[in-house]
């Protein structure tokens, strides 16, 4: 463990040098997540002009949902968005090679090994959004609530990098340029929506095969409403189950690899 | 740049879009429900907790044959809007063999996005037909929107191109726009129209929005076809986004200038 630690710190300090070789770019992509919260807030904002509650929801609890939304989003994009980008293109180049022989997980170097300096900025603005949040939200929250819900979301974290992978494993079999990852990017629009305002079989799908609305929503719901044993279990229980089944389908994958050499 | 070579660049793109079939369908088969179903169950929450039959002028119906319109529309539209095909351009040092084309080269990258449009075309037509038996006919339809609608749709994707192509050309100094393209590409998605209708917008932007671009990207062929623009509006909108086109092309025109002054296309 303590060896899998020390090889993300030197991650990250990689990560660092190489974003500030390309110093307008990482302004961008800093001023582009900016946009994308500013957006998104927007959109729900304009939405409760026309209606006091949404998703069972007021526009205070909203503000707390879109919050984690935003932390998740620039978790996701700091630790895993990069590798996810390129790991289509490992595969088909064989590029795997060189991690099968190191005496380190090829799944975890592959997730893990680039960090995105930029999206740390945007990491640390979004904290200061669920902060903001938070700290506005009418009767005060307590500390083992909050501590909680943070723990929560970076379950859902875990749960949203799980499902990203499902979509981009096929690319063992199908050798295409980016597995399914439109679809996955397709699909990933349902966690950053309340769970409340999902109906029927959707609610149900989105709920258990794919889990896009416990990502945030039941983190949120957690804080919200009280965390109660039914709602742990079920968000612990399909995250442990997604991250087994991307396991199995990473272990699957490999043995499908046709290496550089083919 | 002659119909004949127009055609054939077109043809060429469309083909090369076609070309993994299977992928084509899935994506754009996936890409439209999920963009549906959460614009449904996002209007169907609105509609139910907020107690009200008519909001900003839109029944429900009206509301979601709005998005069903705006989300095939802005596939038409954007259908290069990803690719980076100028920026890669001009990072690989490709433009150099431009200069062989017996045509200009904002009007090479035009005609591509026009065979592009043309299967998203296709999955329009294909993805609005089931719209009168599930919504049924919106009330203010008419042949003259459908007129006016297609024209916006054709100044829409003029003007869609104008925008990107001096975002592109900033590939000449920075070594990577892919976050500016994204940027864009979220702003114009909710000034566009696409993620609410305008009309639920607060006054004050409802007021400015028309003087910007964004508009008419999306909600003005939306509007037109469903009746909720007048004809005196969709020429007066039709108008400021044609005058966006020509500064637009002033603007590009003059960054590509300057850019061009430090291009390098070695080894093209």
Known sequence: MIRYLRL?????????????????????????????????????????????????????????????????????????????????????????????VRPVSSLF??????????????????????????????????????????????????????MQMWFLIPTFWMHTSSGLREIFWSVDQFSSRPHGIYIGWVRRLLTSLLPCALIVSFPTKALLEGATPGLLAHLLGVTAAAFGLTLLLWKLGLRAYASASS | MSPRLLWSIASVEARKRMSYRLDFWIHALVGLSVQLGVAYLITLALYRESGASSIAGFTLREMMAYYVLV?????VVTATEMDHSVSQDIYEGALSRYLLYPTSYPAVKYAQQIGAMAPALVQCVIFIAWMPFVLGVPAGISAGGIAMGAASVVVASLLQFMMILPIQAVSFWADNVWSLMVA????????????????????????????????????MPVDAVLGRVSALQWAQGTGIALAWCAALAVVTAVVWRRGDLQYTGVGQ
Not at chain 1, 9 to 19: K, P, T
Not at chain 1, 45 to 74: C, E, N, R, S
Not at chain 1, 85 to 98: M, S
Request: a positive charge; glycine letters at 6%.
């Open chain 1, 8 to 100: 993300y710190a030197h991650f990250v300090r990689f990560s660092f040098s190489r974003a500030m070789e390309f110093r307008l770019d990482f302004t961008f992509r800093i001023g582009m997540d900016m946009l994308w919260y500013l957006v998104n807030w927007s959109f729900f904002w304009i939405l409760f002009k026309h209606t006091p509650l949404l998703g069972g929801w007021t526009y205070d609890q909203m503000v707390v949902f879109v919050g984690g939304v935003f932390v998740a989003d620039a978790i996701q994009m700091t630790v895993f968005a990069n590798n996810m980008w390129w790991l289509p293109v490992a595969i088909n180049k064989g590029d795997i090679d060189y991690h099968l």
């Open chain 1, 109 to 162: 170097f592959l997730s893990l090994r680039e960090f995105a300096a930029n999206s740390f900025i945007n990491l640390i603005m979004a904290a200061g959004i669920l902060v903001w949040a938070l700290a506005r939200y009418p009767s005060p929250f307590g500390a083992a609530a909050v501590a909680t819900y943070l723990a929560l979301l970076l379950v859902g974290v875990v749960l949203h990098y799980s």
């Open chain 2, 71 to 75: 989300v095939v529309i802005a596939r």
């Open chain 2, 184 to 219: 864009y590409r979220i702003v114009s998605r909710i000034l566009g129209g696409m993620m609410i209708p305008l009309a639920l917008f607060p006054g004050w932007l409802r007021d400015a929005l028309p003087w910007s671009p964004f508009p008419y990207l999306f909600a």
